[in-house]
């Protein structure tokens, strides 16, 4: 077919020009950003001040940013473990023909439609409250005196306290996309394994997990990107002033950009986007290590 | 390898995206609010505000409440009045508390025509500074400040480099807040004035069955903040917060005073775990905890689940022994109403400050939102705040907010962590200034 140079200019033109303003120009301007001190977000050129690579050691040395940072590596770590490991469990049961199928699916997925800001409200006012909580009037009637007597929203507990509330809130999704995944797989190899002997565990193991592997790293960059951009469960929790167990790095680049709680504070929008380059990073870096080590190219089906 | 890379770049892409913005999450909201407050806005434009307002002979108005608030059903009803009044249309945008602080800047940046707007005195003279007209003429005009209150048009200028940039309505002072009937039933007769004062009324309550003190973990900075100025000034305490210099034998004299009082059991069993608003919620306003260090809007916050019958007392942070200040100090001020240094309409704008900060909308705004009024010929203040006024009238000194406590944010949140443990009893008054030293910054 003989290739029509204009018309495939003319076509990509307004993706390309899309792309560049929407995307590409922000990009540039925030790792340009990062270079320089910045008050307010949208102040001129002229007012920025170049001051090299100092936002990204101050960061280094910032305890309460490296505080954030860690935050963010266990919600990560310790929630993505258990959100996966529940989302893959439940998919698994959903898509083994019980009953009720629809139901059960919609019942898990259901935090996802109500607001985060009742959800956490539910968890920091009834679930976790040291007077007539949940927890303390179930640990209660079961006799477990010494659980029902913590305080879920101490500074020592209160990171589990955030995990567990948010981790609830995302199972259901991913539970749909590793479900979705499943279903994909066709029931001819589950049945010629039957017919082979292999039991549920054994089909699991040799037919699904191996077939899912492209959903796995769809799911782990999905759960990363999210995870990178945790904001509104952090400041549902400690609202107005940020906290030691709940800070992540987006809270504290809104404290740089926009001030922090209620105190007129000094703001660098450099600074900010210094984290913003960090955390993609980061992003870029997970994404590069699941794409090795979860390689499903050899696989068709 | 090619088609490896071209994800790579994508997924930086959307990476950047994702945090370029600063809270990108919370954009929703701000574009939920500015939604659920453009219908009023339009509802109220009488004759195409809107259109009118960019040509110079309307009035443009972002302000920081929500259409559905007191205070923002209070200003909608002035600028009603004054639009009925003068013919003058006004654009009201209830932006809301996180639209303002996020929008206005940038807004103003880009030009938007926005002719006055309101927010709390600090950030609006401080953080929007630049943006700002100087008011002093149009003042002087109408003789304005023959009914305002002179302390905070005093503040106003201070904060506005020494000229009046801002005018203020709905001001607000920071005290202890306590349960008369408590207070009452235990005898104490006179509202603590010194930190020795403060400990034998907590030891008669606490004797009663009652708690003392309670606080959440938004506020618990400002008890750190307010004995630390108490002691050494508010300059002082910032300096020591800013500069980490926590050896000052300031903070571990704060630290000990509140080491103490968790020892004597002053403070409520679960302060420490105590998430806004539990402590104001669930033990102030049910009754079961004395007293609460808060600012002058905390009677209208809980006033459905404190009840008709529960009656207010108020006090100034009590003085402490070898302190500098007294208690004439405390963190006092206001929203303000500024106009854009830009504005076409500066005659018009000031106008319609005058209309909500003074008389029948001045009452009307007070009433609703149990607030303080601005303006002085409004003398009666609703009764749930009636003992909020000699605290006010008596004070002198304005600290900043949290008295200097927050000034580092960098700080704050470990400052926080580590008094509500302090006050919680897990640590000591020393393994409160390691736990600062430690943290360096």
């Given at each position: 077919m003989k290739r029509n140079r204009g018309m495939i200019v003319l076509f990509l033109a307004p993706a390309v020009f899309m792309f560049t303003v929407i995307f590409l120009y922000p990009i540039v301007r925030t790792i340009m950003m990062s270079f320089f001190k910045i008050d307010g977000i949208t102040d001129p050129l002229a007012k920025w001040q170049?001051?090299?690579?100092?936002?990204?050691?101050?960061?280094?040395?910032?305890?309460?940013?490296?505080?954030?940072?860690?935050?963010?590596?266990?919600?990560?770590?310790?929630?993505?473990?258990?959100?996966?490991?529940?989302?893959?469990?439940?998919?698994?049961?959903?898509?083994?023909?019980?009953?009720?199928?629809?139901?059960?699916?919609?019942?898990?997925?259901?935090?996802n439609i109500v607001s985060a800001?009742?959800?956490?409200?539910?968890?920091?006012?009834?679930?976790?409250?040291?007077?007539?909580?949940?927890?303390?009037?179930?640990?209660?009637?079961?006799?477990?005196?010494?659980?029902?007597?913590?305080?879920?929203?101490?500074?020592?507990?209160?990171?589990?306290?955030?995990?567990?509330?948010?981790?609830?809130?995302?199972?259901?999704?991913?539970?749909?996309?590793?479900?979705?995944g499943i279903e994909r797989i066709s029931s001819d190899y589950f049945e010629a394994a039957t017919l082979d002997?292999?039991?549920?565990?054994?089909?699991?193991?040799?037919?699904?997990?191996?077939?899912?592997?492209?959903?796995?790293?769809?799911?782990?960059?999905?759960?990363?990107?999210?995870?990178?951009?945790?904001?509104?469960?952090?400041?549902?929790?400690?609202?107005?002033?940020?906290?030691?167990?709940?800070?992540?790095?987006?809270?504290?680049?809104?404290?740089?950009?926009?001030?922090?709680?209620?105190?007129?504070?000094?703001?660098?929008?450099?600074?900010?986007?210094?984290?913003?380059?960090?955390?993609?990073?980061?992003?870029?870096?997970?994404?590069?290590?699941?794409?090795?080590?979860?390689?499903?190219?050899?696989?068709?089906? | 390898m090619r088609k490896r890379m071209m994800a790579l770049v994508l997924a930086s892409a959307m990476a950047v995206s994702l945090t370029a913005c600063g809270g990108g999450q919370t954009t929703g909201t701000t574009a939920a609010q500015e939604a659920a407050t453009a219908a009023p806005a339009a509802d109220n434009s009488q004759g195409g505000a809107a259109e009118q307002a960019g040509d110079g002979s309307g009035l443009v108005y972002?302000?920081?409440?929500?259409?559905?608030?007191?205070?923002?059903?209070?200003?909608?009803?002035?600028?009603?009045?004054?639009?009925?009044?003068?013919?003058?249309?006004?654009?009201?945008?209830?932006?809301?508390?996180?639209?303002?602080?996020?929008?206005?800047?940038?807004?103003?940046?880009?030009?938007?025509?926005?002719?006055?707007?309101?927010e709390d005195i600090d950030r609006v003279n401080t953080t929007w500074g630049q943006y700002l007209m100087d008011l002093e003429d149009l003042a002087k005009a109408v003789d304005y400040e023959a009914t305002a209150n002179a302390g905070l048009m005093a503040a106003c200028r201070e904060v506005g480099g020494g000229t009046l940039k801002s005018i203020p309505y709905q001001p607000n002072v920071f005290a202890f807040f306590y349960n008369q009937a408590i207070f009452d039933e235990v005898g104490i007769t006179k509202a603590p004035a010194t930190w020795a004062e403060l400990d034998d009324a907590c030891a008669k309550i606490k004797e009663a069955g009652y708690t003392p003190i309670t606080c959440d973990d938004a506020y618990i900075v400002c008890m750190f903040g307010y004995h630390m100025s108490r002691l050494v000034g508010e300059p002082k305490t910032e300096e020591i917060v800013k500069g980490g210099l926590w050896d000052d034998p300031s903070v571990t004299a704060t630290a000990e005073a509140y080491a103490d009082f968790a020892d004597k059991g002053y403070f409520s069993e679960t302060i420490a775990s105590n998430v806004w608003p539990a402590g104001q919620n669930q033990e102030l306003a049910l009754g079961t905890a004395a007293m609460y260090l808060n600012g002058s809007w905390l009677p209208n916050e809980v006033k459905d689940m404190a009840g008709d019958d529960f009656v207010w007392g108020c006090f100034s942070y009590p003085e402490v022994e070898g302190g500098t200040d007294g208690t004439d100090a405390a963190n006092y001020g206001a929203q303000v109403l500024a106009i854009n240094k830009d504005s076409q309409n500066a005659e018009n704008a000031f106008k319609l400050i005058c209309y909500i900060t003074q008389g029948e909308f001045d009452k009307m705004l007070s009433d609703l939102s149990v607030g303080i009024p601005a303006d002085s010929n409004n003398s009666e203040w609703p009764e749930l705040i009636a003992c909020v006024k000699p605290v006010m009238e008596s004070m002198n000194t304005r600290y900043p907010w949290a008295a200097g406590g927050e000034a580092n944010a960098d700080m704050t949140p470990i400052i926080k962590e580590n008094f509500l443990k302090l006050c919680g009893g897990t640590i000591d008054a020393q393994g409160f200034v390691d736990a600062l030293k430690k943290a360096g910054n």
């Open positions: 170049f001051t090299g690579l100092d936002n990204f050691f101050k960061l280094a040395n910032t305890s309460l940013f490296r505080i954030s940072m860690w935050n963010l590596f266990r919600i990560w770590l310790v929630g993505g473990i258990i959100v996966m490991s529940l989302a893959l469990l439940f998919a698994v049961i959903i898509t083994s023909g019980i009953r009720f199928k629809s139901f059960f699916r919609a019942v898990i997925y259901l935090p800001v009742a959800l956490a409200t539910m968890w920091l006012q009834y679930v976790y409250s040291p007077k007539f909580g949940l927890l303390k009037t179930v640990f209660s009637q079961l006799g477990f005196t010494s659980l029902a007597k913590i305080q879920w929203l101490d500074n020592d507990h209160k990171f589990a306290a955030l995990l567990l509330a948010y981790c609830f809130g995302m199972v259901g999704y991913h539970m749909l996309i590793f479900a979705s002997g292999a039991n549920k565990i054994d089909q699991f193991r040799y037919i699904t997990l191996p077939l899912l592997k492209g959903v796995f790293k769809t799911n782990i960059t999905m759960w990363s990107v999210t995870s990178v951009g945790f904001f509104v469960w952090s400041q549902l929790f400690s609202t107005v002033t940020a906290d030691t167990q709940t800070i992540t790095p987006m809270v504290y680049m809104y404290m740089q950009i926009f001030g922090a709680g209620n105190s007129v504070t000094e703001r660098n929008s450099g600074l900010g986007a210094a984290i913003g380059v960090m955390l993609s990073i980061c992003v870029v870096a997970i994404f590069w290590v699941c794409n090795h080590l979860l390689k499903d190219d050899d696989l068709e089906f | 972002w302000s920081m409440w929500e259409a559905t608030e007191p205070q923002g059903q209070a200003i909608q009803a002035a600028v009603d009045q004054f639009t009925a009044d003068t013919g003058i249309s006004v654009d009201l945008q209830f932006k809301g508390r996180t639209g303002i602080r996020e929008g206005l800047q940038p807004a103003l940046d880009a030009g938007t025509n926005i002719d006055l707007f309101d």
